[in-house]
């Protein structure tokens, strides 16, 4: 006997008969008699303009239009900020590998992520159209996805409206759209979400396989993205039990397992060898920037900002104002008054809830455990160790938006296997009489109410998304990447072109090494000049990105050692051929040695930092020569070497030796201080 689908009560039984009623074509049946090519597409032309006609797809498709125009707006004021830089660098300097796509950036692992970012930096690097318009083409179809998860859960009602603005609007999900390295991982991740529940919805109606199959697929695309999606298996299944199985949550759970185990099977295989897999890469990770063992202060902080000030303010259409700001945007960080005011609002959306429909506290529970198990303990274990700021992140609780969206329609909508259950009498084995699943049905007040409800919360989410764009700096770091990108038009054919910190607002300063021009800024340039700023030569001449992005003349930062002679002498005089001078070298790419001296002729010397023992030809220079010696190691001592008798130094004399990053000579446009100083006759 075929399996009974989870919408079927169980009833009297059939009477048997002597030939098998067969409900359904067999495989050879459906190749032989399916119809053909020209009659699908004219059965998807009548569907398209019939959905076209229909004004509740109409009105839905402007709910998700102004939504995608409210982004677009948040994109325009945005740019690339901190960790999208590291990205490209990465990828620029990485090959399409395994290792490349498997690697833990910051204890995420997201190959499919990886791999997008692989591909623009190979077609176009820093190109913000592209990295903009891709994550909002995800966002669009995400929202897409839930108009239509929607409409299969509950059938075509108008007030599948109210849970789509919800969602399409809601300021949580506006911060981690506007940085695109968050991005990479979020948004995806919202698109596999709503694919999985849909198909999983299709597959538990109809047992059709593709569609289990393609719920599959859906759970392995978001797992590409994020480490969040391990956790979708555990949502289908709780979605599923509470909602679209029979019975009490027991029952339920029992009756998925008897009626659709494989399925259910293979979603804890995938949920069971993602979680293996994860534990073996951050094993074989290096560094620490991946999961740990939270301490106790920076943890409840971020329970308590996340779980009872973030989420509830930003689900509900907060913050209105948006601070502190950061270089990636503006925090929530609310006052009392409107965490009092949202938490009002949520126990009036629960107990009206509770009032109106049986069983509308199921979608609650799973909303908290959502929210506590997917987004604020996994937050808790990579940041809870140093970060309280991620207490105030609205992007760690983003995709909670479009879960909270999901149960507030299962809280006052029922699902068709509920309305179906209440019209044939009851709700599974020994149920005895039909239970409708309201309590008490909603009345015109109520819907107006609902409906008024709406509206305030679209204009405070409007307001709050506006509000959060006026917090980006997208036009000052756009503003440096393009004359980064003129500057490396125009490079200088010699001269050391030597790493110095991009400005704090495009990389933080934590990130160290990797926060330096010459690890950043590559992807933008040439080969040669790529080849140029990532392995430095000796030179005469150096040259460094100031913070408004030209490459101008730099000279020994005055945050470095310097040693000149005393000033009775001219000349540092060495004994033995060897001058020493202790140091505290930190190392690095930006670590550079610089010679201030006169020679006669070329001579040769040798500069030792720590392990590094660099052979350098000094040319000749009559007076205030100058040469710049790259020496990346980790040092407590800087020593010259010139040759031993004073015959074979050619008349060197050193007048002065560095060690230290290189700054520039010209803060600003230095092509604007000329045009002054002609201006002013100078």
Known sequence: MPPVPPTASEGPKAPETSAAVRVRPSDSEIEEEGPALGERLRTVGVATR???SDRLVLAGLVVVAVAVGLRAYVLSESYFVEDDYLFFASAYAGTLSPEYLFTLHKGHLMPGALFLVYLQTTLW??????????MLAFQAAALLGLLRLLW??????RALLIPLTVYALAPLTVPVLGWWSAALNAVPFQLAMVLALLWTVRHLRTEDPRAAWWAGGAVVFGMAFTVKAMFLPLLLFGVAVAHLYPGGVVAGARRAWRLHRPFWAAMAGLFVAYTVFYLVRMRASEGGEGAGVPEARPALTMLRGLLTEVFPVGALGGPLEWGPV???????DPRGVVVLGAWAVFAVIVLTGLWFRRGSWRPWVLLLGYVVVVDIVPTIIARGRFQDVAATDPRYVADAALVFALCLALAYLPTREERARSLVG?????????????????RRGARTAAVLATVVYAAAAGHSTYAYAQTLSG????????????ALTDVPEEGGLYARPVPEDVVLEWNGQRRLSSWVLPPLASPEVARRMVDPEESD????????????????SEGGYMFAPGPADDCLEPWEGLMSWPVRADGGSDQ???????????VDVVVAVGDDWIEVELPAASENGTWYVPAGAVGEQLSVFVPQDEEDRGGLCLSWVSIGQMEPTVEGDPWASEEDGRATGD
């Not at 299969?152 to 009602?157: A, E, K, N, P």
């Open 152 to 157: 299969v859960l509950f059938g075509r009602r």
């Open 50 to 52: 019939r959905l076209a």
């Open 475 to 486: 036009d000052r770091l756009h503003w440096y990447l393009d004359t980064v990108r003129a």
């Open 426 to 442: 009851g709700a599974g084995e020994g149920a005895k009489t039909a239970v409708g699943p309201y309590r008490v049905r909603p």
């Open 541 to 556: 001449t150096a040259y460094v990105f100031n913070d408004a992005g030209y490459l101008v003349p730099a000279r020994p």
């Open 125 to 134: 690097p820093y190109e913000w159209w592209f990295s903009a318009g891709s």
């Open 592 to 602: 550079i040695v610089s010679l201030g001296y006169t020679s006669e002729e070329d």
């Open 326 to 332: 950061t270089p990636t945007g503006g925090l929530i």
